[in-house]
């Protein structure tokens, strides 16, 4: 997370639909605004949330009836992915997850929100020709809102992690013309991966796997990098079994993928390769340490390979502030 001065988003209520482990919430929180409403059915999700932020998530949203909802200024949706990502069969929208958008949709509809702000995969931008995103914005234009929508990388952020997301901005029309947001300007990167790891501790020794001899690139120069900076390769090399250099960046973390790192990716710490413990996942999203993970490491992964960065989350939210102004 970055330290924000003053609360440009203060006397704001937001939602957190989708609310995983609540990267929107952190952000917003961040920017001075004030959650009145969660949705999350996944119920170790809903555990982790619970015990951060002092409330139980509702559950299934499209058993949730939209006037039932506190009104708010700004709607967060990190509506589910897996209908959209390379790495599963991209059917969309005739995929049941794909529809939750619409459930979206209509609580914008009942509520009228100032602000709707989403999150998705890469891959949503590009599926099906472009025609999903279009249907997205025809379908929040048709709310009477403008859409914005950008492609932005975690590194280009100050996280040194090759994740790409869409994110989707829109403004009630009526209130705002939307023309004048801008998503923020990227900047150099000046951490590494080395910035985010633990101290050398009995939890981190536990990560070593070295059971499998390493191939390693003779031509690799492991000088630091704004790119992930692959060293060598176990077994055949296939995911989770690469080695990369703590001096570049992170692959992107996953909530599946097996291999001999699953879910991180291995990396060379003190001339031995290890995957990434989850508390160094949770830097890698920009969750503080303060922040309480699930006491069980494989849903730790899985939940922040499924989680948004809260750093790009924030610097959104920043310009987002600036198009509401101090009035809002």
């Known amino acids: 997370m970055i330290e924000v001065q003053g609360s440009p988003l203060s006397g704001m209520t937001f939602i957190d639909l ?54 708010h200024d700004i709607c967060c949706a ?6 959209f990502s390379i790495s599963g069969k991209m059917r969309g929208f005739e995929d049941s997850r794909g529809t939750l958008f619409f459930d979206v949709a209509r609580i914008v509809k009942e509520k009228k929100p100032k602000v709707v702000f989403m999150e ?6 590009r599926h099906d020709g472009g025609r999903t995103i279009k249907v997205v914005q025809n379908t929040m234009e048709g709310l009477g809102y403008s859409f914005n929508w950008k492609v932005l990388s975690a590194l280009d952020y100050g996280v040194p992690q090759r994740r790409e997301r869409v994110y989707m901005v829109c403004f009630r029309k009526d209130l705002f013309d939307g023309t004048d947001f801008e998503f923020p300007k990227p ?29 390693f690139n003779p031509k690799k120069k492991d000088k630091y990098s704004a790119k ?48 990434l413990h ?18 069980r490491p494989n849903q730790a992964y899985k939940q ?4 948004v960065v809260v750093d790009v989350l924030q610097y959104i939210g920043l310009q987002i502030a600036a198009v509401l102004g101090p009035a809002s």
């Open 120 to 125: 998705n995969v890469r891959n949503f931008a």
């Open 304 to 307: 922040f390979g499924n989680s």
């Open 18 to 71: 989708f609310a995983g482990l609540g990267g929107f919430r952190l952000a917003l929180e961040s920017l001075g605004a004030r959650c009145v409403y969660s949705s999350e059915w996944d119920k170790q999700a809903q555990n982790v949330y619970q015990e951060n932020f002092g409330e139980r998530p509702n559950g299934d949203i499209t058993q949730v009836d939209e006037k039932s909802i506190p009104d």
């Open 78 to 83: 990190g509506f589910p992915c897996q209908a």
């Open 278 to 295: 989850p508390r160094e996942c949770a830097r890698l999203m920009g969750y503080p340490d303060s922040y309480k993970m699930s006491k």
């Open 187 to 215: 900047f150099p990167l000046t951490r590494h991966v080395e910035d985010f790891l633990l101290e050398d501790s009995p939890e981190t020794a536990a990560l070593y796997d070295e059971r499998y001899p390493m191939t």
């Open 228 to 275: 992930a900076i692959k060293l060598a390769i176990v077994n055949k090399g296939g995911q989770g079994e690469r080695v990369y250099s703590t001096k570049g960046i992170a692959v992107t973390l996953s909530a599946y993928g097996g291999g001999v790192f699953a879910k991180t990716g291995g990396y060379l710490v003190n001339g031995r390769p290890r995957r």
